[in-house]
Structures are given as C-alpha cells and as structure tokens.
C-alpha cells in the first residue's frame, strides 16, 4: 500500500532545525570551541548504519586559552547563544532548499520570523542552563564525582569524544558552570546520526520513540521533549500521552527504571509543562491499551471499519499547554485526511469534472484492473521460453498473453487448440499494441461457456482520462543492487467517487512533477490502469500527459 504522506508545513521542517542546532550547541565544548567556530567544525565519525563509530576518526580537539573558557551562567550562555547563532545561519538555507524539494511541502516560508526562531533556541539554552543550575548548587550530587573520574554513562551524551576515550583532564577536572556543562550534559540524538538511527526500541520490537533530552544528573533521569511552539494549540492535547509512552519505554529499557520527571520545554515562550509520571499500574494499564491497539492496527485482517471516525471537539490551551478548553472549530474541516476519511469527506466541496466529454473520463470507483480473457491456446511452446507467452486465437485473430509469475496452475497441461478462458488477467499496453498478463492470480478455466464476456484486444480501451486532487506526493530515486537508479513519482488523487495512486518511472515521470502541490486539481489524458497489491493503479508513460487546473 502506498503511504499517504503527511503535509510538510515550514513549521515542521523548523522544529527538526531548531532540535539538531541546540543539540549541536550542547555536545559542544566551551574549553575547546570557539563561539565564532564554523558551523561544521565538530563531526561526529558514523557508521554505515547510521550511527556514531567509536571507533571511527574522531576530530583532534585544542584547548582555548583559559581566558576564552566562560565562567559562569552569563559567560556561558553568551557563547551557547553565538554558537547557536553559527548553526542556524548554516542550518537555515540548508532547511529552506529541503522543504522547497520535497514533494509533499505545504504553506509560504516566508511567513517563518527568523528572530523567533532564534528567540526559541535560546530559550532552549536557557532553560538547560537552569536545569544545569541544580548541579552548580549542589557539589555533593554524584554526577560530580563521575565527571572528577572520568566515568561516562554506557550510552554517554554525544559530546565530541569517541565513547571509548578518556576525557581530557581540563573537562574532568572543570568546575562551576563549566564544570556543570559537562558533568549535566543531557543524552540525545548526536546531530551528526543518520535519521532515526538513535530511535529507543522496545524489546518486544512494537514500540520505538525518539527521545529529546535525557537528563542523568539525578538518582533518576528526567525526559524533556522539545516544542518549537507556545503549547496553545490543539496538537498539545496529545503531548501528555507521548510523555508517559517516553516513560514507559525508558522503564522497559532500562532494568525498570522510573523517570523522576516528565517535562515539555515549549519553547515559544519559553513555558515549562510539568507531565505527572504514572505508578507502577498506570504504566501497566498504559501499556496494555497501547499494545492492545497496536495489535489492532497491524492485524492482517483489519478493516476501516474497527476505526470508525469519531472526531474529538478541537482544544485551545493557555500559552505552555495548561487551562485545556474546548472551541466550536470542526476538526475535519482542518484534517489532513478529511480527502481520504469517509466522515471528513464530506467536509470537502469537490471540483466539477471538466466540461470537455471524450468519452473516457473515468472516476475512481469505476477502475478495473481484471478481465477475462478466452480462445483457443496456440503457440504453446513458446510457454517454455524465458519469457513465456502463448496466444489465444478467436475470430478476431491472435491476442498475445504474457505468462508472469509463474501464471495460473495448469497452463502446461493445455492442449494445442484447445478452447479455454482464463479468468483475472491483466491488459497492459506494448510498443505494438496491449497485451494480456496471465499471472499467479489468474485462474484457467478448461471448457468454459463459449458466451462468457471476454477481453477483446482490437476493441480494448486501454487508455483513459481522469482528474482528481492531488492529497500526497512521492518523489525519490530508486536504487538498486547493481548500481543503478531510476526516479519514481507517485501521486495519491482523490475524486468524489474514491481515491487512486498514479505513479510514473524514468523518463515518463511527467515534466510538471516538481511543480505539482498537495491541494492541485490534476488532469492526466492517456493514462492505463495497473494494479498494485490487488489495487487498481493509474500508470502514467510517454502517452500520457498531465496538468493542473
Ligand atoms: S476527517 Fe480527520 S478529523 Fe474528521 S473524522 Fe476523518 S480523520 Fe477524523
């Protein structure tokens, strides 16, 4: 089944920018990096997998003159806020281009404040150096002592050094807001790792997250999961739940281990959003609903209709996700899926079939992608060939059907001549004409009625027009073992009558691809319905053309 890819807003490419410059900031050392430093200055070494090496090639660190080292909250966060500065003018042009190439983008960039931005990542900074304030004003803390012998957590906090080396004497003997930095150094994801290559997966395999923060300072960790927003809208409502999953995997993974808190850092703002930590039968009570759904949604027999649509009243919050009231807007006339959701399609005034008949519009729910096709079998020895095919022979001549996938069961047993149908093939088109493809879903019929309705080749119309609004696009290269790629383009349309994907390959994506939005009304002429996994599919080629309207 193709994905129904969700809407990439400016917001969204923003938050991932925001979390990869902070983290950044965070690994870096204050002793050992200049604020003014380039952007790339520190590389993480990563393994094929994605993930930090230890023992890859980890960059040669020089020590600042000790004048340079901040000394205390203010020193240091003025170099924290010029790093981070550094990071998000490289980082900016680099988000930009990749929400400008991908297919699925939706709203203006130029409605982002660039100086919000920034304002939310040092506010980012500012609540870490709070959280770094308990251990300056607590040397007892065993974090300290850790740090004095150098001892890092089996999974450390990526901070520059490779997992297996000692730490320079200068960090482990650093003190005060220094010493802090790096004795309070949070775990999470090393900017440098492939995407989701640091994603927590639970030992059964059907639960994963990715944490944000993991504080380790105290007896036990404190999660934070970064917002890039002020907590006041509507998504805010399902934080809380993604917080005590957090919790409930951290404990699963870890010996049992409850966090000591849960914390949201809206960032707008900033606002700090306390999450209470479920006992030991809330986590359990959690855990079964959570599996029991998951069980549900990845059954092989589920249907749409164990999920029936019940949309939930939209909330507003007070700014940092507090005072939850309820508000008059329709969920569905916002949803991203109202195109696809029976409830949500309701929501959505479709567009007029354009008024040119050429008597081969098609709508959705009139695709076939199976016929029958019968006569007498001729060329069967050609059934022994690489490429099998035969012909089927009837008063209109010789129709050329291609054997895939080992075709239907007893095609080797037919007789020359012998007169036989062959249910749910498949009609492609070929350079000289269309074809029937015979394969593993087809059935053969041996003395079938003589009436039956049949695919006629001469009189097949393979070709159709059709339009629909486009609700999700895909745009990669496909790479494959021997080296080489091809561009795939698939777009998933929905007309009032249902949905469909069409998807093109190589040169017959069409030129207009790029151009093409989530929200476009497309026309496409000369298209031919395939199939995929069962489904009616729109293939487009060189004899297919497509535009928006
Ligand atoms: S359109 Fe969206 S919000 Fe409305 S019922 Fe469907 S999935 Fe739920």
Redesign the pocket.
Same mark, same amino acid.
């Given at each position: 089944m193709d994905q129904v890819r969700p809407a990439f807003s400016p917001a969204m490419a923003i938050g991932s920018m925001l979390e990869e410059a902070v983290a950044r900031v965070l690994r870096a050392s204050p002793m050992h990096e200049n604020s003014g430093a380039p952007h790339g200055v520190l590389k993480t070494p990563i393994c094929p997998d994605g993930r930090p090496d230890s023992k890859g090639k980890w960059p040669v660190r020089t020590l600042l003159p000790i004048e340079q080292w901040p000394s205390d909250r203010e020193t240091l966060e003025e170099w924290a806020s010029l790093r981070l500065d550094v990071h998000l003018g490289a980082m900016m042009p680099l988000t930009q281009m990749a929400w400008e190439s991908n297919a699925n983008r939706h709203g203006d960039w130029e409605s982002l404040d660039a100086s919000r931005i920034a304002e939310m990542g040092r506010n980012a900074i500012s609540l870490h150096l709070d959280e770094l304030k308990h251990l300056v004003d607590d040397s007892s803390l065993l974090c300290w002592q850790r740090l004095r012998d150098g001892v890092r957590e089996q999974i450390p906090a990526p901070d520059g050094w490779s997992p297996d080396v000692e730490l320079p004497p200068e960090v482990c003997s650093a003190t005060g807001w220094l010493g802090a930095w790096f004795a309070g150094r949070p775990w999470f994801v090393d900017p440098d790792a492939a995407l989701f290559s640091m994603t927590s997966i639970h030992p059964d395999a059907w639960f994963a997250g990715e944490f944000d923060f993991v504080y380790r300072w105290a007896e036990a960790p404190s999660i934070i999961d970064l917002k890039a927003s002020d907590g006041t809208g509507d998504f805010g409502r399902g934080y809380p739940n993604q917080l005590t999953a957090y919790a409930w995997l951290w404990k699963e993974t870890h010996d049992g281990q409850t966090p000591l808190s849960l914390r949201i850092w809206y960032l707008d703002g900033p606002h700090v959003k306390e999450v209470p930590i479920p006992d030991d039968m809330g986590f359990e009570a959690w855990a079964q609903q959570a599996e029991a759904l998951h069980l549900r949604m990845f059954d092989s027999n589920r249907s749409i209709s164990q999920f029936p649509?019940e949309?939930s009243a939209m909330v507003r919050f007070q700014p940092g996700g507090t005072d939850e009231v309820r508000t008059d807007e329709d969920? +569905?006339t916002w949803?991203d899926?109202?195109l696809l +959701?029976e409830?949500?399609r309701s929501?959505v005034t479709w567009p007029d079939p354009p008024a040119l008949d050429t008597g081969r519009w098609k709508t959705f729910d009139e695709f076939r992608s199976r016929w029958t096709a019968a006569g007498h079998a001729m060329s069967l020895s050609s059934l022994r060939d690489r490429w099998p095919e035969f012909s089927l022979k009837d008063d209109e001549g010789h129709q050329r059907v291609f054997v895939r996938q080992g075709g239907p069961e007893g095609l080797q047993e037919v007789d020359l001549g012998e007169y036989i149908s062959i249910s749910d093939v498949r009609v492609e088109p070929r350079y000289r004409g269309p074809v029937i493809i015979a394969d593993d879903l087809s059935t053969l019929h041996r003395n079938p009625d003589p009436d039956l309705e049949r695919v006629e080749l001469n009189t097949f119309q393979m070709r159709y027009s059709i339009h629909g609004i486009a609700i999700s696009l895909t745009s990669k290269l496909l790479e494959f073992d021997d080296g080489r790629t091809n561009p795939m383009w698939s777009v998933r349309l929905v007309d009032a009558s249902g949905t469909c994907e069409a998807i093109a390959f190589g040169d017959d994506v069409p030129k207009i691809a790029p151009s093409i939005r989530r929200g476009d009304h497309l026309l496409m002429h000369g298209i031919w319905i395939g199939e995929r996994f069962g489904k009616p599919q729109i293939r487009l080629d060189r004899s297919s053309s497509v535009m928006v309207i």
């Open positions: 649509a949309p969920r +569905c949803c899926a109202r +959701c409830h949500g929501h």
